[in-house]
């Protein structure tokens, strides 16, 4: 999967991804010894880790004038473009820069928040092409995440999320992470016979689109699946639900925030070889970029729409996994 190199070669570039990132490392360890009261350590940390794409924020620090790849260390083509849907994201980037930092350093090599802080600080160090994630990759391989293997986006995702979430340190930031991405779906049951509505709640963080509707035909594309998925369903026969006014179970009318398209991440080959790239809507100038691993580039929305199933095409690329984003109501 991905760019294949030599073992001499590969073994060059990740001793220089160490030594670098273990430089960045030792700047904010020697910064977090400093005596500071706990407010101001977080003014200075904000300082000192700015978002990538905070452009017309001006809470904003380092900002880069472009995007940034990810070198390619080893079969690491889909790490690198789920890392680039979290850092793209400007409401992620602006709750790690607000962790705990790990006091040990045996600890910071295993924390996966801080770990991706450095690569965001490191990514915004200067006019760079791309730089190397080898310290990150490193540190998820003591999550069973190995490196030089193939890996399943959607599945990596759940891992990545989930170790995140469990490190995060403060409470209030786990909230607003399970705020940020966990879909909240709210289920409107009304009773065809006295009109009684009752809302049921529940969340998830991917949604189970079906590909056959209800006569088992094929739903063709995206948008018939959502569609499909939302559209009322009315309950009769064994899926009838209690209702407390008319006391028995009753035919029920099922009916349930917009979302728009912030990310696609793309395979190209096959089940057991292939490779990933992302294709993100930066937030802030409104634009698609393709993230190759460390070739970036911006592209246009019918290079996007190239992914929804074109095999003609050379790499053949088709959308794996698929991240919106709320709509903000005006």
Known sequence: MGKRSGRQERSKKLELAQSETMKAGADVQNSSKEAEEPKAKDQRLMSLFGVADLKNDAT????????IGLYNVGQSCCLNSLLQVFLMNIHFTGILRRIMIPRHAA????NVPYQMLLLLKEMQRGKRKAVFPTAFAHCLSA?????FVQHDAAQLFLTLWNVI???MGKPELVEELSDLYTISVQEHLAC???SLETKRNSSMLTLPLPVLDS???????LEDCLQYFFHPEELTDHNMCFCEQCGRKTP?????WQYELFAVVAHSGSTSYGHYCAYIRSLTECKWYCFNDSEVCQVSWDDVKCTYGHSNLYW?????????MKKQLQ
């Open 107 to 110: 600890q910071m090599r295993r």
């Open 60 to 67: 904003s620090f380092s900002v880069p004038t472009e995007a």
């Open 316 to 324: 053949a690329e088709t959308a794996y996994l698929l991240i919106y």
């Open 215 to 221: 006569n088992s035909h094929k739903l063709k594309t």
């Open 192 to 194: 065809q016979k006295c």
């Open 143 to 147: 999550y069973r995440v190995k490196l």
């Open 165 to 167: 979430k469990m490190q």
């Open 252 to 256: 029920f009318l099922q009916a349930a």
